[in-house]
């Protein structure tokens, strides 16, 4: 008995995978935008070379901001 719950269960769990993958393969078909398929693995390939670069840039901003302040109030305090 326990055989037989166990080849239910890998059953439905393939069954659930096949289909699952069945229904991507159709909507990609549905679209025939393969260009932005490749653009969107393009992105995610550079965004994991160096997936801080937006926030590292935004904080170098901030650092020169921030001096360019800390500047300008020493400046005046003068």
Same mark, same amino acid.
């Not at 393969?25 to 995610?44: E, M």
């Not at 965004?47 to 901001?65: A, C, D, G, M, T």
């Given at each position: 008995?326990?055989?037989?719950?166990?080849?239910?269960?890998?059953?439905?769990?393939?069954?659930?995978?096949?289909?699952?993958?069945? @229904? @991507?393969?159709?909507? @990609?078909?549905?679209?025939?935008?393969?260009?932005? !398929?490749?653009?969107?693995?393009?992105?995610?390939?550079?965004?994991?070379?160096?997936?801080?670069?937006?926030?590292? !840039?935004k904080l170098e901003e @901030?650092?020169?901001?921030?001096?360019?302040?800390?500047?300008?109030?020493h400046n005046k305090q003068?």
């Amino acid at each position: 008995m326990e055989i037989s719950r166990t080849t239910i269960v890998i059953c439905i769990t393939l069954f659930i995978v096949v289909g699952f993958n069945a @229904l @991507l393969y159709i909507s @990609l078909v549905k679209r025939k935008n393969t260009v932005s !398929q490749i653009d969107l693995l393009r992105k995610a390939a550079k965004r994991s070379q160096n997936p801080w670069i937006e926030e590292e !840039q935004k904080l170098e901003e @901030l650092s020169r901001l921030v001096k360019e302040f800390k500047k300008e109030g020493h400046n005046k305090q003068e």
